[in-house]
């Protein structure tokens, strides 16, 4: 079975500061594909990131930033000087390559940026 | 635009009534799902479809079912309602089918309400 564990459900930081969102997952499928999706207060589903299993590049994108340890089966984001438009929940997401190709996610970690 | 578009974005209904959530798609994708997102539980799938007339049960089925007639729509259909269908919910595509890193799109979202 596959699935997803986003440990954090809320953090909350200051302006500036950097955050960590932690993701692991299980699967059995050999060839896998992560995902990042970010929600803000407005409510939409926003693709950020993909990351295929044969691939553990880590990935830098302005502030954001991506680690992905086939080791430890994590795929962690890190914001750097976070701010406030940062605010929101964000999802982690695998899909497998067997069983119907579902993307499942995880809890999703709600993620708060004070001025 | 490319979206996917869903509607109606809130609904408020009674227990045993029949409605239907519809979605479209402009991108001619293969591939769309429907997703519930709970507190707490992330989204989970309903119902997925690879093809016109190919529907498959995700892994929230029980209460709710799907057509695919045509490529770009997707309709989520609640026989008869319940309490413990009150949920937000969205639709969304992704391009191909298959073990593949195409992201899924996805809809505004529906917040239904069902009392």
């Known amino acids: 079975a596959q699935k997803v564990t986003q440990a954090q459900t809320e953090i909350s930081v200051v302006e500036k500061e950097d955050v960590t969102l932690d993701c692991v997952y299980e699967t059995r499928d050999t060839t896998y594909y992560l995902f990042w999706y970010k929600q803000p207060p407005s409510g939409e589903l926003v693709f950020l990131i993909r990351?295929?299993?044969?691939?553990?590049q880590n990935e830098i994108s302005g502030r954001y930033s991506w680690n992905f340890q086939k080791s430890t089966s994590s795929f962690n984001f890190t914001i750097t000087a976070s701010q406030v438009v940062d605010s929101a929940v964000y999802f982690c997401?695998?899909?497998?390559?067997?069983?119907?190709?579902?993307?499942?996610f995880g809890a999703g970690t709600r993620l708060f940026v004070k001025a | 635009e490319a979206q996917v578009t869903q509607n109606p974005r809130y609904l408020i209904t009674v227990t045993g009534k029949k409605l239907t959530v519809t979605c479209s798609q402009n991108m001619n994708h293969e591939y769309m799902s429907w997703y519930r997102q709970d507190p707490g539980l992330g989204l989970r799938q309903i119902y997925y479809?690879?093809?016109?007339?190919?529907?498959d049960k995700g892994d929230v089925p029980e209460g709710y079912k799907v057509s695919r007639k045509e490529k770009r729509n997707f309709p989520l259909i609640l026989e008869s309602p319940s309490p413990n269908q009150t949920s937000l919910y969205f639709c969304?595509?992704?391009?191909?089918?298959?073990?593949?890193?195409?992201?899924?799109?996805f809809g505004n979202g529906t917040r239904l309400t069902v009392t």
């Open positions: 990351r295929n299993s044969f691939d553990e």
């Open positions: 969304a595509s992704s391009l191909s089918v298959g073990a593949n890193n195409s992201p899924l799109h």
């Open positions: 997401a695998l899909k497998g390559s067997t069983g119907g190709f579902k993307t499942i």
């Open positions: 479809s690879m093809n016109v007339e190919v529907t």
